[in-house]
């Protein structure tokens, strides 16, 4: 069964810590990776978006890693800042399928 | 560009009427789908459509129906509610299925 399982659930961290997410997959065949921001009350942003051929991806102070053959990817945040608090999601796809397959998510909190 | 707009935010209904959430981009994107999402889980697929026409069922598509037929539009009806429906709506589009997906702000729905 195709799953994507995020850890840790939650975390919290000081203002300008560094924090890194976890997330496992079983979508087979793989085609991307996906991490996507949403803060409360709001839609989804991407993030950032790997193929099998990529294994890390920046945006700003994020840095996605994608290790293809154990199924990992991480998602790890530099001097983090109060508006880094936001749930932070894994989606992957199936080579051939428009269905995308989320995680339920990390939720951070970043406290002052 | 607005990007995706849905309408409304905020909706309560009561057991057994009907809706429709609406949902509209300006980027002419040819895919659009509908998610919901519920508390601890992770966005599920409801319907999706890869051009104007053309429809498909997603992973919870029961109670669900969906139209497209303009490219920007893609309303999500509700046939008649029930209080398991009670979720938050999300519509989505990209221009290709490998591309930056972009979702809109949600809708709350809430099913007395």
């Known amino acids: 069964k195709n799953q994507v399982e995020q850890s840790p659930q939650s975390l919290i961290i000081l203002e300008g810590k560094n924090c890194t997410l976890q997330?496992?997959?079983?979508?087979?065949?793989?085609?991307?990776l996906r991490w996507y921001k949403q803060d409360t009350g709001r839609g989804p942003v991407s993030l950032t978006i790997?193929?099998?051929?990529?294994n890390t991806k920046s945006n700003g102070r994020y840095t996605a890693t994608l290790d293809a053959d154990t199924k990992q990817s991480s998602l790890h945040i530099t001097a983090s800042q109060l508006s880094d608090s936001a749930s932070y999601i894994c989606?992957?796809?199936?080579?051939?399928?428009?269905?995308?397959?989320f995680g339920s998510g990390t939720r951070l909190l970043v406290r002052p | 560009n607005a990007g995706v707009t849905q309408t409304p935010k905020f909706q309560v209904l009561k057991t057994g009427q009907s809706m429709t959430l609406q949902c509209a981009q300006d980027?002419?994107?040819?895919?659009m789908s509908w998610y919901r999402q519920d508390p601890g889980m992770g966005l599920r697929l409801i319907h999706y459509?890869?051009?104007?026409?053309?429809?498909d069922q997603g992973e919870v598509p029961n109670g669900y129906n969906v139209s497209r037929s303009t490219t920007e539009d893609f309303p999500l009806r509700l046939l008649s509610a029930a209080p398991s429906q009670t979720s938050v709506y999300f519509c989505?589009?990209?221009?290709?299925?490998?591309?930056?997906?972009?979702f809109g702000e949600g809708s709350w729905l809430t099913v007395v």
């Open positions: 989606v992957v796809s199936a080579r051939s399928s428009y269905k995308l397959i």
């Open positions: 790997m193929t099998f051929s990529e």
């Open positions: 989505a589009s990209s221009r290709q299925s490998e591309d930056t997906i972009y």
């Open positions: 997330c496992n997959y079983t979508v087979s065949p793989f085609s991307n």
């Open positions: 459509s890869v051009g104007a026409g053309i429809t």
């Open positions: 980027m002419n994107h040819e895919y």
